[in-house]
């Protein structure tokens, strides 16, 4: 937290000169700027649970594909099945 205690007999254009100057040091918004987008990871569970869930989709699309049905309409509809 940075804290700035008016001088006596400071303009307030210095106050916030000062300010800001200390705030670019302290890297505050350095941080805050590389934090903003940041993107969790996945957890175990929701990797596995991915996983499996290409794997469902793998085994029908090779499944139509011997079959002779697979195109992309199909693809889709596979896809809400398993969603659902």
């Not at 505050?28 to 290409?54: C, D, H, P, W």
């Amino acid at each position: 937290m940075i804290e700035i205690k008016r001088k006596d007999r400071e303009s307030s254009e210095s106050l916030i000169r000062r300010f800001s100057r200390r705030v670019q040091q302290s890297g505050v918004l350095v941080q805050a700027r590389k934090s903003r987008f940041r993107i969790a990871s996945k957890t175990k569970r929701q990797m596995r649970e991915g996983a499996m869930y290409n794997q469902k989709v793998k085994k029908i699309v090779n499944k139509l594909k011997k079959m002779g049905k697979f195109d992309d309409e199909n693809f889709r509809n596979v896809k809400k099945k398993l969603i659902k």
